[in-house]
């Protein structure tokens, strides 16, 4: 059975940075591409990035304004979001989500797998 686990969310200053990781179980990494989403509270699920297969190719939202960087690492079945220059409106609990299919990688629809998320709050 497939299992994600988020980790590295917490609480952190406006302007600070922080990287989630997500390690996946189960079945290989290298057969899924992967995805960060984000949801604040009051406010539908959102994409916030994705990764291709073997992290040739990624997509990032319109909220990351150069300020992220999605990565993975198959041989640890890890995949990584590094933040830079957060602030207020970043504060949300973030998912990571794993789909083999083919779909639109910024659809939640898409992905078959997600994690129970891991909750950043940024403080003005």
């Known amino acids: 059975q497939v299992q994600l686990v988020e980790s590295g969310g917490g609480l952190v200053q406006a302007g600070g940075s922080l990287t989630l990781s997500c390690r996946m179980s189960?079945?290989?990494?290298?057969?899924?591409?992967m995805g960060w989403f984000r949801q604040a509270p009051r406010k539908e699920r959102e994409f916030v990035a994705a990764?291709?297969?073997?992290?040739?190719?990624?997509w990032y939202g319109d909220s990351a304004n150069g300020r992220l960087t999605i990565s993975r690492d198959n041989a640890k079945n890890l995949v990584a979001l590094q933040m830079n220059s957060l602030n207020a409106e970043d504060t949300a609990i973030y998912y990571c989500?794993?789909?083999?299919?083919?779909?639109?990688?910024?659809?939640?629809?898409?992905?078959?797998?997600w994690g129970q998320g891991t909750q950043v709050t940024v403080s003005s």
């Open positions: 990764v291709g297969l073997n992290g040739s190719y990624t």
């Open positions: 189960g079945l290989p990494m290298s057969n899924y591409r």
């Open positions: 989500a794993a789909t083999d299919g083919y779909g639109y990688v910024r659809s939640l629809s898409t992905y078959n797998y």
